[in-house]
């Protein structure tokens, strides 16, 4: 058995659930994850691509880094464990699914009420004036830089030592605090501050359950581990639950 019926009875009476999901939910729609074997980091290392410092120094390069993501995101679909996720916001009265992904697959979705930890990929604005410029394509002649005052232009993600958005990381800790259920999901637990986002959850009284293919650094923390892909766990979860809720409250008009 994938999962318990404990799992499945409290994600069917619950009214707010939080869901955190990382690199390894995208996996099965052939985006590389970080940090496993042949994922984005062995062939580019972090350190050398997506930070401040790399970026101001050789700015073309990171440049071209998120152009051939963003091309790899542009390019493939949404699997069934984001496909789950969707089915599950329905099924609950209070949903919040909160991403480090900066793939936009989980809006690509469906999902609705999405929290982006670590900005968007399909983002891009200016360092100097901020000018958001969505239209960012690498320069021939140098790095691509904005057209109103020449500053360059930076994808709209988090790097290291760069602060989270405030909103969204206020969003996310009351849905935490908040949740009788939080599910973490395709996410190695070890970037901080989304890393403790399961932990202010268990301490706030929910249950804790992490779906990946191996333990995550939390692993010893969760109330329940559930070893396997997100694309065949999670539809099998949701489908259990809609065993025992078969209607939506929202469509029921109970809210
Ligand atoms: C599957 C699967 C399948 C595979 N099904 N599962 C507290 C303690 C220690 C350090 C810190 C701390 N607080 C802050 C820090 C510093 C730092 C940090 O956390 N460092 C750690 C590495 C130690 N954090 C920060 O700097 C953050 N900023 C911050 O805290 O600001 C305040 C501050 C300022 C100045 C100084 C100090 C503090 C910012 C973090 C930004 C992270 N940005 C990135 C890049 C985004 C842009 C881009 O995409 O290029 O975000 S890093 C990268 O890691 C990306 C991801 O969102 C993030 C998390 O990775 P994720 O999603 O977990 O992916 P993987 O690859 O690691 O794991 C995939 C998992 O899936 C694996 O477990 C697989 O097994 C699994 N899997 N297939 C299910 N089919
Ligand atoms: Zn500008």
């Given amino acids: 058995m994938f999962f318990t019926n404990t799992l ?6 619950a009214r707010h659930v939080a869901v955190l999901t990382g690199a390894g939910i995208s996996a099965e729609s052939g985006i590389p994850t970080f940090r496993n074997p042949g994922g984005l980091w062995d062939r580019f290392r972090p350190e050398e691509l997506a930070n401040l410092d790399a970026f101001l120094q050789n700015p073309e390069l990171v440049q071209e880094w998120y152009e051939y993501r963003r091309n790899v ?4 679909s949404p699997n069934p464990g984001h496909l789950a996720l969707v089915d599950l916001e329905d ?11 900066v793939d936009d697959l989980h809006r690509r979705a469906g999902s609705k009420n999405v929290v982006e930890l670590h900005g968007n990929i399909m983002r891009s604005y200016c360092i100097d004036c901020g000018r958001p410029a969505d239209d960012f394509k ?40 908040r949740a009788e259920v939080f599910l973490s999901i395709g996410t190695s637990a070890i970037v901080y501050p989304a890393a403790g986002l399961p932990l202010l959850a268990k301490q706030s009284g929910a249950y804790v359950a992490e779906v990946n293919i191996e333990p ?22 949701v ?3 809609h065993r025992i809720k078969p209607h939506s409250n929202k469509r029921n008009g109970q809210l």
Avoid: K
């Fill in 8 to 13: 499945v009875e409290r994600l069917a009476h």
């Fill in 91 to 101: 099924l609950i009265e209070d949903f919040t699914l909160i991403t480090q992904n």
């Fill in 73 to 76: 995101a542009m390019n493939t």
């Fill in 138 to 177: 690498p320069n021939d002649e140098g790095p691509y830089v904005c057209r109103d005052c020449g500053g360059l232009i930076r994808p709209d993600v988090v790097w290291f030592g760069e602060l989270l958005p405030e909103e969204a990381v206020e969003q996310a800790q009351r849905s935490a605090e």
């Fill in 216 to 237: 995550s650094a939390i692993a010893g923390d969760m109330d329940e581990t559930i070893q396997g892909r997100a694309g065949e766990v999670l539809p099998r979860l």
């Fill in 239 to 241: 489908e259990a639950v």
